[in-house]
């Protein structure tokens, strides 16, 4: 029997139906809400509403639980590749050999980037941050690559190959223009994972051997990047698609929502703080003491918190056994991983933290495993947005396959009522 929620305002008693998604999450279903009261809700950051129903992903803040598909995030990051779960995301099912050959060969031959392009990197300053740089670029593709909305038959799949394809070398680009080293060319000899790597670190003067422990890390970091349901960046790419504006500049928008340091953006502001905290000596109380006054001293520590996590983000706890291995495996001691242990151990000990449920999130340790992979502090956002590509096109694409209105929510008015114009010369 579908149950009701029954709301009772202004003397009057109203109905809305209630439904259950099949991790059994509750939702008042109020699409009348306004026709019938006049009343709509207020939720800053909306942190109690649910923008659409959603086949992806399910995540449970309170477990520390996170499913791509009905598969753990435990399981993928064991077992599979990371086009393996782009290929989930985004089409829902793991794929069979078949499929798998057709989708992983269309990304290799796609990976080259039209070499006009290659005169709007010109255009950046060459400190200019990586990220703006991504943005930009991969707007620019739905100039480059038009047959968008309103083409005779639905060019969707071509242009999801192309994203996945093209933003590795894109990225790359920003950080090689940016060290003024040649930039690379993808190589179809190599597989997704090695061939950004060979972009990123090959220079021509001497032979590139990627190396397996890095490149198995980051097909790790990828997967686990991969998607994360309704956050600030996917919303954002929902937002935009709403509109019906094309994919590239839907995905543009994501990229510049994660740039934000609340957000993606974390990653590098967690371990400038470590490096800060080294160059400080070292003593994690006094940050953790600085945190906890946050309204005085305006200081936050990055890479705690979540919105949604009340537990371990368990993809910590997985990046967080990985740094160990992975840096040891390369013969890399960085003395702000254990910096990073010893604020995690203060802060999980003190009430501030606990009673706010404040545990270290994705992006607490993955910045000392970018770091010991080679990859610069500046990229660790581009990584972030590398790895969340499949997820933000799952999450356009669903949208657009569920028909969903176009977004626009309303707001409460607190500005002036009706007043008369005074002309300039009496003001
Ligand atoms: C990501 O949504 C996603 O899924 C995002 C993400 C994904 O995969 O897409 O998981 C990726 O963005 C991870 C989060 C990375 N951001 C950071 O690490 C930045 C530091 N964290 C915070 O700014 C904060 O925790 C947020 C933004 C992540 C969440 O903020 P909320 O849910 O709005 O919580 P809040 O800001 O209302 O904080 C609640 C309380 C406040 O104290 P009081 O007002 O109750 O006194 O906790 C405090 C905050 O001051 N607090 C912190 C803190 N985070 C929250 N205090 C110190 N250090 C922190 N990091």
Redo the contacts with the bound molecule.
Sequence with gaps: MANTAELTVDGKSYSFPTLEGTEHEKAFDISNLRDQTGYVTLDR?Y?NTGATKSAITFLDGEQGILQYRGYSIEDLAAKASFLEVAYLLIYGELPTQEQFATFETSIRRHTLVNEDMRKIFDGFPVNAHPMGVLSSLVSAMSAFYPDLEGSKEDTTDQHIIRLLAKMPTIATWSYKRGLGHPMNYPKNNLDYIPNFLNMMFSLPVEDYKVDPVVAEALNVLLIL?AD??Q????STVRLVGSSQANIYSSISAGISALWG????G?NQ??IEMLEDIKADGGDVSKYVDM?KN??TTGF?????????YKNF?PRARIIKKAADDVLSKLGVNDPVLEIAKGLEEAALHDDYFVS?K?YP????YSGIIYRALGIPTNMFTVMFAIG?LPGWIAQWKEMREQKEPIGRPRQIYTGATLREFVPIEKR
Excluded: I, W
Aim: charged residues 30%; proline residues 3%; positive net charge.
């Design positions: 950051g942190k990047h994360h349901e956050n600030c960046s996917t340091p609340l957000h993606g974390a502001e967690v945190a946050a309204k936050r520590l990055f890479g705690f918190g979540h919105r949604v983000d706010r404040l999130n994705v992006d607490f969340r």
